[in-house]
């Protein structure tokens, strides 16, 4: 069979490129029993794939030169020698930025089409939203009354931090770019909305936020982060899953050099800052998450939003507004079907 | 009664100066009923002082022009018109930098002259023990087999917190300012011992933590952090209780700016960093310190050491000292007897 596919031919400088992230066609070998053979319905494009393309120490090992760029897709069962699947079955995997793929069947987990739509695996009912619910209870542990405060706040993360702070009685305060931005977060149920390219951003945020910062759920950095940081309280949270704003950066910025003073509003406000991936809470929280989330979005009370592009051939353009945040909630390439 | 005092009478400018921090003598009110008079033995100096006489937010209110300087006493009753304690009894207070002090009894502790030198109230068994007890067993958590790194290692902090370490199954390397400290470390049980002052000081550091860093209590800051950070395991702990290399700063130093490095550390490690004043500890962990921490001093499992200096008129040298790391132990100033 053959796949189309993105591979990395040379790791970005800066923005990524076509040049950097090539369409290529490929065949690939037939799946030997414990394999199936899938065909990509939605690849999701995800911030942290940024790290996967640079060879910087990191969490996870970068994708090598040559290789087909990873990431997690939804597919369609095309053949199973090992009868695991049915063909025709949808399942999530993490098939990468192609059309077809062999993958292992115990990566694979079959997806229940009366469920939910089987692209929330990769969003709400997945990585995105599990990123949100684990760190938000297990680090930043809103209490009723609290303020929470979270960026890219229309996005996959930022929504469902936002609505889950509210389901825990904490007051939601969204960051985004744009009015438009804006207006969805107030769609969703969060107490206020602020756009972070807006003159006043930082009055913005202080009237939003009459009683400081309790908990600040980090996924842009940059900017955003400068301004929270004088109005987080003492024994604030800060779950730290991503620092968007960041990843293109090639130097580090001019001075002065402000890791001291970091680290003083840390000691004087007896802070805590807590690096996380979400796989470190899998095994202790992913079927609470689902049970929870599955039941919060039957109920209607946490929304969610998708922006599906077409065709694979617009994944690095995608993938580059994503990191600008060109995308309006969870961004997924629709390969097929 | 007279006092002789010394009192903030200007905000330092960097290093504190006897023209910030003169001595006078001044007229203590009698004490009534609730109260007592006291007599200073010994006063304790902490780095943290350095804090209560600028007026930057930070944990604790600053001392005001004119006060008389805060801190930990051990003092002898002189007068005690309420007969809650004895004349002659010893108690731990709050009595500042003065000879003598007029204090509410409800802020008193009676020291047992059998159980240990009256001194270690202020030192092992007192607020430095405590914080790196509680810093060190809350939010370090070290594992048997793990590394811990502290730095300003002959201090009553970091002397405790290796310890403390070591008893809990990890492997504790000290950073200490010259050979005769560093070998003083051996003598305490460190693992290893390193001089910060010396020209190979990270390929020491390398040497000495060759499964890289779990625990790193910071106390310090400055080059002894930017010498641990790349060191730092994936899920390392850092409790974060002082940072005194940066206490007589007046401005941030030159860049880059390295604020979004070490967020992208913490992200890419996991890693978890809190800030912390050992008194949010002290209802839950307090009575455990003690009986732990006289335990392990009874059967010798703890030793400790302490730096008294002679005379309230050598305080400020002396606490100029502290700041600059000439403190071998626990620094004390013998007031009276």
Chains 1, 2 share one sequence.
């Not at 930043?140 to 009685?169: D, H, N, W």
Request: aromatic share 6%; glycine share 12%; hydrophobic share 40%.
């Amino acid at each position: 069979m053959l796949t189309t596919r993105i591979v990395l031919a040379q790791r970005p400088h800066g923005e990524p490129t076509s040049q950097d992230l090539p369409l290529e066609s490929a065949q690939l070998p037939d799946p030997t029993p414990g394999q199936a053979l899938l065909e990509t319905l939605y690849l999701s494009l995800d911030p942290y794939m940024r790290g996967r393309m640079s060879d910087a120490k990191s969490y996870a090992a970068p994708v090598e030169i040559g290789q087909t760029m990873v990431g997690g897709t939804v597919s369609r069962v095309l053949q199973c020698p090992g009868y695991e699947f049915a063909l025709g079955d949808i399942v999530l995997g993490y098939g990468g930025w192609q059309t077809h793929s062999v993958e292992q069947v115990s990566g694979l987990r079959h997806l229940d089409l009366e469920a939910a739509p089987v692209s929330t695996a990769l969003g709400v009912l997945g990585m995105p939203g599990f990123t949100a619910y684990s760190g938000l209870l297990t680090i930043g542990k809103p209490q009723p009354g609290e303020t929470v405060v979270v960026a890219a706040a229309t996005g996959p993360v930022g929504s469902a931090v936002g609505q889950i702070a509210r389901l825990k009685g904490a007051r939601a305060v969204g960051i985004a770019g744009g009015p438009e931005k804006v207006a969805i977060l107030q769609d969703l149920g969060f107490d206020a909305g602020i756009d972070r390219r807006s003159d006043d951003f930082r009055a913005r945020l202080a009237e939003a936020t009459p009683d400081g910062i309790d908990v600040y759920f980090e996924n842009v950095g940059g900017a955003v982060f400068d301004a929270v940081l004088p109005r987080l309280n003492s024994f604030a949270r800060m779950p730290v899953c991503g620092l968007v704003s960041d990843y293109n950066t090639t130097s580090l910025p001019k001075g002065p050099d402000r890791l001291g003073l970091l680290m003083r509003q840390i000691l004087s406000k007896s802070l805590a800052v807590r690096g996380f991936i979400q796989t470190e809470f899998v095994e202790a929280q992913f079927a609470d998450f689902q049970r929870d989330m599955s039941g919060w979005i039957a109920d209607g009370s946490v929304g969610y939003l998708e922006d599906v592009v077409d065709g694979l051939d617009q994944a690095v353009e995608a993938f580059r507004g994503l990191l600008r945040g060109d995308n309006v909630g969870k961004l997924l390439i629709r390969v097929s079907g």
